[in-house]
């Protein structure tokens, strides 16, 4: 049966999200002749309708629905509705991202082996290796079509970069590079090249960069085995007395309770939306939540370390002009406990406009001290730190059942308190930002602390053994084996790299293996 | 000077005689706020004029930027002119006054220098009064695409197609 699907249909697979997991996924399966149908709680906004302003961009794409914080960490003061910078739409957040395509370095699928044991941190070894992962990580690259991979180009340096190139070299760092990323060089797979326009977080107008709204959506669509409902918010996730999911409610367009029926359900709406719908399934089967018999659903929580570097000179860099991130040095990549800290991070060249800049540099922060500052942007370079941040078990989402969102349900609790290896590399990756631009001759640095998470992943972790996480090695639920968790809240650890290639590699695999075990009639 | 001024002029005269002792920094007449030549006026209709004229200041003192003009910082905190709003802005600019009053000052548009205006604010930056203004100045001050080129930046490139051919790597003092 071709796409549209009737609700009571049981044979399809339901998709919940639309981004570079749930996205890819569907688009995948599609291909391989299976019927699915995408629940997206967003609309649909394509390269014409993004926009090249900040704040109506993020009106337009970013997700506000309530959200509420708790912990240490200084985004839960700045930032105390909004957790996240992700986005609600089709396609998800691969419209917001900025194309960084890492694969992670193969000691950390084993970070808990390659760590030792670290006080306060619930690390474990992914089920899955580099070596297993490697074939997935190829056709995720090609996919994007990922630069410096598979004979692709890199893209050209723009001033930011330049400025960040020039201090990374003077310092004696070796891996220092355009970076690789999922936004062409050249004319590829029906896309064209990059035109340095900038605003790669609202949206890439010209299609340069991959995204899944104008890619894999479109063309699973185009089979007729993929039915995608926007504006489509999923409430519960349903089961049978046997402990299989069964459908899903949820609010249609207009605010009507829809179900429609499932051979098997796929979680991809973020690490937020994914363990709170699983919390929200709860049944008197599953007390405290779907797929939740080890009471590991929402825990472990991952944003990355993260923070920022600007600079400012004497003379004009206008960083804003071409890719938001256009470079990256790779040399504190790795892992080297001598350095105060285990793991790693990465140094990627960023750039605000003057709207986000004000909101982000030192958020709360007044006077002249601060728009000395922003007086000097013409002349200001800036980088973003990433890096991996140790798994705990109390950095979690919970239900808020004191705060309900536009469906009466309750919302999603974030809470997160920095590991103390959090801080020491955190203040690590500042002072090495801080003396790339120095060696360029800054007049100024600025050490920016975290801006909402872009990187939200754990709360439904990977792992061998079902009483350490959710879901085994192909993201399957250790409790109810038709249902699937597709995006980055199954990550064991956070590795030091951006997601979304791991995300996409992952959701390639669990495509084929879905596809295989629904032929073999094992699903 | 004759007996015989024009209505105009007696009212320009009236009106700078009032700034006078609001410290001289906007003209503020009946129902307006403006700058002495004349290059920008705003309206008020909810708020006293001395309310939006010291607003003003407070919005400059919060996010002093010495290239921007007062209307720009008008026009940032334009929008709590409205019946809503008045009562606690017209509250919190009371408090203002108070706490210059303390200081031995008349008002907190009669505070000569910047530095002391800012310990005022200091002193009461925890304040939901405070917290108010300042994060609305966030995007109502920033926001404003007028603003932009005072900063050198130049916002959306995609109608100009990108800065591939217009200087993307232009940087030429490295």
Request: net charge negative; proline share 4%; hydrophobic share 40%.
């Amino acid at each position: 049966m071709a796409a549209p699907f009737d609700l009571n249909d049981d044979s399809v697979v339901v998709v919940i999200g639309t981004g570079a997991g749930g996205g890819v996924l569907s688009n995948e399966l599609a291909q391989k002749g299976v019927s699915v149908v995408a629940l997206e709680a967003g609309g649909r906004y394509l390269p014409d309708d993004y926009v090249n302003d900040e704040w109506e961009s993020f009106g337009q794409l970013a997700w506000v629905d309530p959200r509420t914080t708790s912990g240490d960490w200084r985004v839960a003061k700045d930032f105390s509705g909004l957790p996240a910078w992700i986005v609600k739409a089709v396609g998800g957040a691969t419209t917001h991202w900025a194309g960084a395509s890492l694969r992670f370095q193969p000691h950390e699928w084993k970070a808990a082996t390659t760590y030792g044991p670290v006080q306060g941190a619930s690390l474990l070894d992914w089920p899955i290796d580099a070596e297993e992962m490697d074939p997935w990580y190829e056709k995720a690259e090609t996919k994007l079509g990922v630069t410096r991979t598979g004979g692709r180009e890199g893209l050209p340096g723009c001033n930011n970069y330049l400025v960040f190139e020039k201090g990374a070299k003077a310092l004696g760092y070796k891996d220092v590079h355009t970076g690789r990323m999922a936004i062409n060089a050249d004319w590829y797979d029906d896309r064209m090249a990059c035109q340095q326009t900038g605003f790669c977080f609202q949206g890439c107008k010209w299609g340069a960069k991959w995204s899944a709204a104008y890619t894999d959506i479109p063309r699973g669509e185009a089979t007729g085995n993929l039915e995608v409902r926007e504006r489509a918010h999923v409430a519960r996730i349903l089961h049978d007395d046997g402990g299989k999911v069964t459908g899903v409610e949820y609010f249609d367009a207009d605010g009507n309770l829809q179900m429609q029926k499932a051979r098997i359900v796929c979680v991809a709406g973020n690490s937020f939306e994914s363990p709170r719908l699983l919390l929200n399934s709860a049944s008197s089967m599953f007390p405290d939540g779907l797929a939740n018999t080890s009471g590991q659903v929402g825990r472990n929580y991952m944003r990355h370390m993260t923070g920022s570097v600007y600079a400012t000179f004497d003379q004009p860099v206008r960083m804003w002009r071409g890719t938001t991130m256009a470079g990256i040095i790779q040399d504190e990549a790795r892992h080297d406990p001598s350095r105060g800290f285990v793991g790693g991070y990465e140094m990627e060249t960023l750039s605000l406009g003057i709207p986000f800049m004000a909101a982000f540099l030192d958020p709360g922060a007044w006077g002249r001290e601060f728009t000395s500052a922003l007086d000097a942007y013409e002349n200001m370079a800036g980088m973003w730190l990433v890096g991996e941040d140790m798994p705990q078990e109390t950095n979690r989402v919970t239900l808020n059942h004191d705060v309900k969102d536009q469906w009466g349900l309750p919302v999603a609790n974030v809470h997160f308190d920095d590991h103390p290896n959090d801080v020491a590399m955190r203040n690590h990756a500042y002072d090495r930002g801080k003396a790339v631009y120095e060696a360029v001759g800054a007049t100024r640095t600025f050490p920016t602390p975290p801006y909402p998470s872009t990187h939200n992943l754990g709360t439904n972790r990977m792992s061998e053994n079902p009483r350490d996480g959710v879901v085994n090695r192909w993201g399957q639920t250790h409790d109810v084996s038709n249902l699937f968790v597709s995006d980055g809240s199954q990550f064991t650890t956070g590795a030091a790299e951006n997601p979304t290639l791991t995300i996409v590699a992952l959701a390639i695999r669990q495509a084929d293996h879905i596809a295989k075990q629904m032929s073999a009639g094992n699903l | 000077m004759t007996d015989t001024l024009s209505r105009r002029t007696l009212t320009r005269r009236d009106l700078l005689a009032r700034s006078a002792a609001l410290g001289a920094t906007f003209v503020v007449g009946a129902g307006f706020v403006g700058a002495h030549n004349a290059a920008w006026a705003t309206e008020v209709k909810h708020l006293k004029p001395a309310t939006m004229a010291t607003l003003i200041q407070m919005a400059r003192d919060i996010y002093p930027h010495d290239r921007i003009g007062d209307e720009f910082y008008a026009i940032a905190v334009k929008g709590y002119d409205a019946e809503e709003a008045a009562p606690a802005v017209e509250a919190g600019v009371a408090a203002l006054d108070a706490a210059a009053q303390g200081k031995g000052h008349a008002s907190y548009l009669a505070v000569g220098w910047e530095r002391d205006r800012v310990d005022i604010l200091r002193s009461m930056e925890d304040s939901a009064f405070f917290q108010q203004i300042r994060g609305g100045l966030v995007t109502g001050l920033y926001n404003q695409k007028a603003v932009w080129p005072i900063f050198g930046y130049e916002g959306a490139s995609y109608e100009q197609g990108g800065y591939i051919d217009r200087g993307f790597n232009d940087i030429n003092w490295l």
